[in-house]
């Protein structure tokens, strides 16, 4: 995929920059780009943009690459020993000797060093600068305090980029992470680092475009059609369903993840390869620690301001599922924005983790993964009996706030997480709808209450005209009334209309 457009043009119009996106989204694979376009290696570019329309110079510059997923963090000590070997092991292939043992001074001696030994200016491409801070988040207040320490000594690290006897040394410098919530202390003072992370320009400069997909992957879409006896067609439809729907700029400009399309065609599979990377257990900490309200992720609503709001001590929910891909912007009017789950990969496995998370003691786990299909089938008696069955066996001490909104959450969470397209808090003109469960052929209305009646939620569908909203769909609607009790902690009663 020839993203070069997007690099000639970084480097044709600023130095400093800074780009944040979930993890397998390519940063890394830029971070190398990047390294062998500075460092001259032409043949590498044939056929592509860059060599042949971006009139570029190919000079060789003196590259400093500091991956910090590679470097250990645990404790600030080992951290800053780690760094420094680093930044050793650079000098060592220039032949270059440090004077001072201070990680800082190093950093700045050795981008000193190759400008006087090249004669060019270096350039600094920075991969996961965050990684020694997110990985102490959500656990516990010695981690968190490992987090500061961190995050200290890169705010320090860092400022030698701003240095006056640096600066003019410097031809490019480009740094990538996951968040943006370590990012403004840590480059509080580098006040020219621009961060491109929601620019319109380059929203698609990492991620597949639609285009992208069917252009560049025409036969491997084939391929997967002729295995799966589908059409091409419904192929596409399937892998952006699953898979499509990132957006990270006010321009309606959706990208896939890389990794999750390179691994259907290799795998011929449409599973969950993306979430299955790697378990984002310090969200989920933060989510239940917060106790947040999980349904609300759909339609989640949050001005601008909130992608500016990162502070350790107070993570705000909204701006982590944002940044580490669980939530993607669904639509922006003026300074509001609309967020929802970029797409089924990522919302199914989401959901199914935080389950478990808050289900942790539970018997017979796996059961929930028959409700969608009692659902499908009309079955409605076995699908409750089920669902009863689930709230019985979590543990008393999991949860002692036993209210709607927790009955609704686990229910939620269960619908979804056993494949479900079901939605939560749908907006209409009379009101919310707790949840919709949709498929081709029907759709369940749901309303819940607690210590009230099953009849009682019925009425309220029934009185608010949700139905009205589905009735052009041409499908059968059926409506559910459901009424928890908070003593027995299950269903108290149910009933269909």
Known sequence: MDKTRHIFQLVDEGKFYFMARPRRFGKSLMVSTLKCLFEAKKELFKGLWIFEHGNWEWTIYPVIVIDFNEIPHSQPDIFKQALSLSLKHIAHQYDISFKTDYVETQFQELILALYQQSGNQVCILIDEYDKP??????????????????????????????????ISCLRFVFLTGISRFSRVSIFSELNNLEDISMSDTYADMFGYTQKELESNFYNYINILAEQSNRSDHEIKLKLKKQYNGYRFCKKDICVY?????????????????????????????????????????EGMKTSESVFATY?????????????????????????????????????????????????????????????TSYLQSGDIQSFMEMMSSIFASIPYTLNSKRDEAYFHTIF?????????????????????????????DKVYILEFKCNQSAETALKQIKTKKYADKYIHKGKEIICMGINFDSETRNVLDWKLA
């Open 257 to 297: 993840n890389p990794f999750s399309i390179l691994s259907v065609f290799k795998q011929k599979d449409f599973k969950n390869f993306w979430f299955d990377t790697g378990t984002p257990t310090f969200l989920i900490n933060i989510l239940r620690k917060k106790d947040w309200y999980i349904p609300e992720i």
């Open 133 to 166: 801070i997110i990985d102490h988040l959500g656990k516990s207040s010695q981690e968190l305090n490992v987090a500061k320490q961190n995050r200290e000594l890169m705010k320090s690290f860092f400022s030698v980029l701003k240095g006056v006897n640096t």
């Open 412 to 440: 939620y969470l269960m619908i979804c997480a056993s494949g479900g397209n079901a939605q939560s808090e749908i907006l209409t003109c009379n009101g919310r709808i707790d949840l919709i469960i949709e498929f081709l």
């Open 311 to 371: 502070d350790l001590e107070n993570l705000e929910p909204e701006a982590l599922l944002f940044q580490t891909g669980y939530a993607t912007i669904r639509d922006v009017e003026g300074r509001i924005y609309t967020f929802d789950y970029p797409n089924q990969e990522v919302k199914i496995a989401f959901l199914e983790s935080l389950f478990h998370s808050y289900t942790e003691g539970m018997k017979n786990r796996s059961n929930f993964v028959f409700l």
